[in-house]
């Protein structure tokens, strides 16, 4: 059974960094591209990064590039979102999702998500 757990959202002032962690489990994590994404009530999911299997391929929405890193550690089943110069428009639920295909179509499986929450 595939388990994805978030952690590290919280309550920062704009300007500020977070880290997001999310700890994989029930599958094999270093075969599956790994990624981000956020929403906010009202509004469609937002795909924010993405990762490869090795960690060597990375690509993130135009909205945090420059500002985000994601990153994973195969040794430890956990990909990572360093975010930095957080803004208000930041603010969202976090979630993290492993990325498989399915007769030629994505499919993902999500996290719970954690919030987080950028002050002006």
């Known amino acids: 059974q595939v388990r994805l757990v978030e952690s590290g959202g919280g309550l920062v002032q704009a300007g500020g960094s977070l880290k997001l962690s999310c700890a994989a489990a029930g599958f094999t994590f270093s075969s599956y591209p790994m990624g981000w994404s956020r929403q906010t009530p009202g509004k469609e999911r937002e795909f924010i990064a993405t990762?490869?299997?090795?960690?060597?391929?990375?690509s993130y929405a135009d909205s945090v590039k420059g500002r985000f890193t994601i990153s994973r550690d195969n040794a430890k089943n956990t990909v990572y979102l360093q975010m930095n110069s957080l803004k208000p428009d930041d603010t969202a639920v976090y979630y993290c999702?492993?990325?498989?295909?399915?007769?030629?179509?994505?499919?993902?499986?999500w996290g719970q998500g954690t919030q987080v929450t950028v002050s002006s």
């Open positions: 999702y492993r990325q498989t295909v399915y007769i030629g179509s994505y499919r993902y499986d």
């Open positions: 990762i490869g299997t090795n960690g060597g391929s990375t």
